[in-house]
């Protein structure tokens, strides 16, 4: 029905608000913490059948809310099986994407299903090897909105747990659906600051869906104010910073916010953020053909970064249809490694996976994985 559609989503609220609202209905205040795990550890799409809340209640909720905000508009799975994406269109008509990467166990590391979530619709800073920025910014996400995206794909990796039980690959005891989440799909996530902590906060309640703060990871172009805002939250999350050049006028050609804020200023915020969190900072670098792919810049690059607690993931661009850019050769993502080890920087080339189904932010997947595949 098209009225409902407007409807705000209840999963806005904070538990506080959810009990005003509760208490407001004539039901005791202790019927919020049922209400809270039938929305994010049941995953109830409906009002209807939660009925250990009064009818009053319940009609309450549906005349005010709905529970979910997303319409899926495309679903696209690519042909490995390991990742998909989904295309939502919000109650306003807006467009959003958000995708689901499978990984094997490799090693010392289990499972895992990462979650890759969109903060904004669209976005404001216009990175120049991005199609989202070339779409400009349309507005902020709410928080139900970004955590309704993790909730979608929760049930997505659930259809794959139920068949893994059933042909035996995995019991009961290892099941778990979405074990990552990072905010590197569209937007800026600092940008929308408010929004991305207090989602957070619903992400990682015990609760709720109950994902470890360690194994969500924030991304950002680099604002500098909200970088040292977050270094004084009592959250432990990874920070991601895109750097994608050693030096200002290489970085301002492709990312304008360097501009307002020159690589100085970022690296003097990083520095402060890992004194203060004690966490070490992913430094993401797309590597662009014949743009940020030179030795010398490598060089550069580990002069920059020497002696600070770090990881860079050097990421082969993924090259949009119309978009200048080429892919650098593998021998020279290789070099480029090489001169970081002799400043003593960790680094990883990243290849990604889901290229057949990658048809929106240019870099989104990219970014994800070559982060995602750092964080346990
Ligand atoms: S890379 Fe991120 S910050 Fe830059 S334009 Fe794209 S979405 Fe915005």
Redesign the pocket.
């Known amino acids: 029905m098209p009225q409902k559609r407007s409807l705000p989503t209840v999963l806005d609220l904070s538990k506080s608000e959810l009990e005003a609202l509760v208490v407001g209905t004539g039901e005791a205040p202790s019927r919020t913490g049922q209400l809270w795990r039938a929305l994010y550890h049941e995953r109830r799409a409906s009002f209807d059948g939660m009925t250990f809340l009064s009818l009053r209640c319940r009609e309450a909720l549906k005349r005010r809310y709905v529970i979910s905000p997303l319409d899926p508009v495309q679903c696209l799975a690519s042909k490995d099986g390991s990742t998909d994406k989904a295309v939502f269109r919000l109650p306003d008509g807006e467009l959003i994407e958000t995708v689901l990467m499978r990984y094997e166990p490799d090693g010392h590391r289990k499972v895992r299903r990462t979650v890759c979530v969109s903060t904004q619709a669209g976005?404001a800073?216009?990175?120049t090897?991005?199609a989202?920025?070339q779409q400009g910014f349309r507005r902020q996400l709410s928080v139900g909105e970004i955590v309704s995206q993790v909730m979608f794909m929760e049930r997505l990796a659930g259809t794959d747990e139920e068949a893994q039980m059933a042909d035996g690959t995995q019991t009961r005891s290892e099941r778990q659906s979405v074990t990552n989440v990072v905010f590197m799909g569209?937007?800026?996530p600092l940008a929308n600051y408010d929004n991305t902590l207090s989602s957070i906060r619903t992400l990682t309640d015990d609760q709720g869906l109950h994902i470890g703060a360690r194994h969500i990871t924030v991304s950002t172009?680099g604002l500098v104010p909200p970088i040292l805002k977050l270094a004084d939250e009592d959250q432990p999350i990874n920070l991601a910073v895109?750097l994608h050049a050693p030096d200002n006028v290489t970085r301002s050609e492709t990312?304008p916010v360097n501009r307002q804020y020159p690589i100085e200023r970022l690296i003097e915020a990083c520095k402060t953020y890992i004194a203060k969190t004690r966490r070490r900072i992913f430094f993401e670098y797309v590597l662009l053909h014949g743009q940020n792919d030179h030795v010398h810049q490598a060089e550069a690059l580990g002069r920059l970064l020497t002696g600070t607690l770090c990881h860079v993931n050097l990421i082969p661009v993924n090259p949009t249809v119309d978009g200048p850019y080429r892919r650098s050769a593998r021998e020279c993502g290789s070099a480029f490694q090489a001169k970081l080890r002799e400043y003593r920087v960790p680094s990883t080339v990243r290849t990604e996976k889901g290229i057949d189904i990658n048809a929106g932010?240019g870099?989104l997947r990219a970014r994800a994985v070559a982060v995602d595949a750092e964080v346990l």
Do not use: D, I, Y
């Open positions: 976005c800073l216009g990175c090897f991005c989202t920025g569209m937007g800026e172009v895109s990312m932010c870099q």
